[in-house]
């Protein structure tokens, strides 16, 4: 006898053709996942290293308050003094 037209023989052939699906979408996510944490290192380290980055990035601006509040997390409150002080002196 055949279990070729049962219901556990085609649950199992879509459970079986599912797979590279799962395998795919799970290695896009994870491709995505790790381009997210590698440019939000890049974004912190260049805004740590560089005072002029924060003032001339004026596209995105949530990024510099994003910044300031993980910097005040860590309580590096002075970073945020300099950079003002920076910017006001470059003005005059």
Not at 51 to 79: A, C, E, H, W
Request: net charge positive; glycine share 4%; hydrophobic share 40%.
């Amino acid at each position: 006898m055949s279990n070729a037209g049962s219901p556990e023989s085609s649950c199992f052939r879509t459970a079986h053709t599912m797979e590279p699906l799962a395998r795919k979408i799970f290695k896009e996510l994870l491709i995505a996942e790790l381009l997210g944490i590698f440019g939000a290192y890049f974004l912190f380290k260049k805004m740590n290293t560089t005072q002029d980055f924060g003032q001339t990035n004026k596209k995105f601006p949530f990024i510099l308050k994003v910044y300031y509040k993980s910097i005040k997390q860590f309580t590096m409150y002075r970073i945020i003094e300099q950079d003002q002080e920076k910017w006001l002196n470059s003005k005059h």
